[in-house]
């Protein structure tokens, strides 16, 4: 999965622009178009003098920050940021927006929180979030050594294996592949009709064991298929207990790491609903997330 334009919403404050090292590193890597975005959502502040004030910020940031790209767009709107920002990643499918994950207005025009909250559930675009306490907490270029994908055995979440590959490829990154399962309580129980009472299963380690070894065979399965694509350093890990918390702790052991995980996946006995774990993972990983949309 290649990628044509990179969409860069600003709101003037240091907090938002902690994902301008995330947008080198990938115009860097692929030589695109950078659309430098600003919205303006105040009625009462819809003065020229406002409206230039982010056309000259826009100015300032291409300047600094991207002078040896390519092409670099300054766009300025007025509306509801969030719509506006799905909106125009829309136009190209090939667009990848950043984001960082909490900011406020340094020109007085959005909360980057709740905009990139909203961006989260609205955009069909891929979307990558930084983590800005993360972020603020590097030193020079972003350094990512690894990245993960989440995989629950469904189509949908496997939607993020061909841009984290894309990206182990462009980047040297090693792939890690993660799956995680929970057995629910009545894997520990079973209803006796005669005495009509619960029994604990003197075979939860039976159902654990399966569990595993259908994990352990569909993992792989996929290392199988991506070595064969010409990705070498790939592996994959077993994780049992709550799906997005075993994901945060693996995150947090493999240092430098990406999260590419997709939004949408299979709950009930598909083991568990991506969607509610992305959610989970975002509000609490550290490491940046490259989220993606999968087909419903």
Known sequence: MKYGKLLVPLDGSKTAEQSLPYVRLFADLYPMPIELLTVNDDATNLQFSSLALARDYLEWVAAQEFSAAPAVDKITAVGKPAEIIVERAKLDPCCLIFMTTHGYSGLKRWLLGSVASKVIHAAVN????????????????????????????????????????????????????????????????????????????????????????????????????????????????????????????????????????????????????????????????ESPMLIIRAPR
């Open 126 to 285: 891929p979307l990558l979030l930084i983590r800005a306490a993360a972020a603020r907490a590097e030193k020079g270029a972003p350094r990512l050594e690894s990245v993960i994908v989440p995989l629950d055995g469904s189509a949908p979440a496997e939607t993020a294996l061909p841009h984290a590959l894309e990206l182990a490829h462009s980047m040297r990154l090693e792939v890690v592949l993660a799956r995680a399962f929970e057995l629910p309580a009545t894997a520990y129980y079973r209803s006796d009709d005669c005495a009509d009472a619960e029994v604990f299963l003197p075979t939860h380690q039976k159902v654990v064991a399966a569990a595993g070894r259908e994990a352990r065979a569909y993992l792989e399965a996929k290392v199988r298929e991506i070595r064969a694509s010409g990705v070498t350093r790939v592996r994959w890990e077993i994780l049992q207990g709550a799906a997005a918390d075993e994901l945060i702790d693996l995150s947090r052991a493999v240092k430098n790491s990406l999260i590419a995980i997709a939004t949408h996946g299979r709950s009930g006995v598909k083991r568990w609903a991506l969607g509610s774990v992305t959610e989970k993972i975002v509000q609490q990983a």
